[in-house]
């Protein structure tokens, strides 16, 4: 079975610095990793996918994440991070094999930006 | 991206009444949609998946007599919550995924979601 894990509840970073959130993920094969964003009483909204090729994936509003097969991890980051940035954060992933099933989704990473 | 409308954004009612909520993919047919539930500062959970023409899967633990799912067209699905109770209350958000919505290989596309508050 496929999981994921953030395992920060919660990450602080002051505006203009460089952030970071962590996900793991375990999957059978080669996994279809995703993050979402979600502001407060919103749905979900897509910031970037790995599926293949280039480990270091490109995303909306400045993000970006790191495919790290040896370390089963696709941590989120930002070199530079804006107040408007503070939301809640999930990780997700596919098993490839799984066709149109649902993503299988962390628990969320709420970053909060200081100004 | 593909868009996903939902409605309503908020509802309230009497307990023991019926809400139903809608989920649409405005630009591509939705061959698949999901229904979750979410309590406040928690992930997602699934309750349904709901395949157009065919009658939805339930997740263990999710009452399916409670939670009427409906997923008439390629582009419309409604989840009725039945004889509503507080504990009912909760953000319901739903997703869609289909061949020119991103396919296997792609993401989900999420409704805005939907704040029930059963009194």
């Known amino acids: 079975a496929q999981s994921v894990a953030q395992p920060e509840d919660q990450v602080n970073v002051a505006e203009g610095n460089p952030l970071t959130v962590k996900c793991t993920y375990s999957?059978?094969?080669?996994?279809?990793l995703f993050w979402y964003v979600q502001y407060p009483n919103r749905g979900l909204q897509f910031l970037l996918k790995?599926?293949?090729?280039?480990?270091l994936v490109k995303g909306s509003y400045g993000f970006e994440a790191e495919f790290n097969k040896s370390q089963t991890s696709f941590h989120l980051k930002k070199p530079s991070a804006l107040v408007s940035d503070s939301a809640l954060y999930f990780c997700?992933?596919?098993?490839?094999?799984?066709?149109?099933?649902?993503?299988?989704f962390g628990k969320g990473t709420m970053l909060l930006v200081s100004p | 991206g593909a868009v996903v409308s939902q409605h309503p954004s908020w509802v309230i009612c009497k307990s023991g009444t019926s809400v139903k909520i809608e989920c649409r993919s405005l630009?591509?047919?939705?061959?698949?949609m999901f229904w979750y539930r979410q309590f406040p500062k928690q992930s997602l959970m699934l309750m349904a998946t709901?395949?157009?023409?065919?009658?939805?899967?339930?997740e263990q633990g999710v009452e399916k007599d409670k939670f009427l799912i409906n997923h008439a067209s390629l582009t419309l699905s409604t989840l009725t919550v039945t004889s509503a109770h507080p504990e009912d209350s909760s953000f319901y958000i739903c997703?869609?995924?289909?061949?020119?919505?991103?396919?296997?290989?792609?993401?989900?596309?999420f409704g805005e979601g939907s704040r029930l508050t059963v009194l």
């Open positions: 709901s395949n157009e023409g065919s009658k939805a899967t339930y």
């Open positions: 790995y599926i293949t090729g280039d480990n």
């Open positions: 997700a992933v596919r098993d490839p094999n799984s066709g149109y099933s649902t993503l299988t």
């Open positions: 630009d591509f047919q939705a061959t698949t």
């Open positions: 997703s869609a995924s289909g061949l020119a919505g991103g396919g296997v290989t792609g993401e989900l596309f």
């Open positions: 999957v059978s094969g080669n996994p279809y």
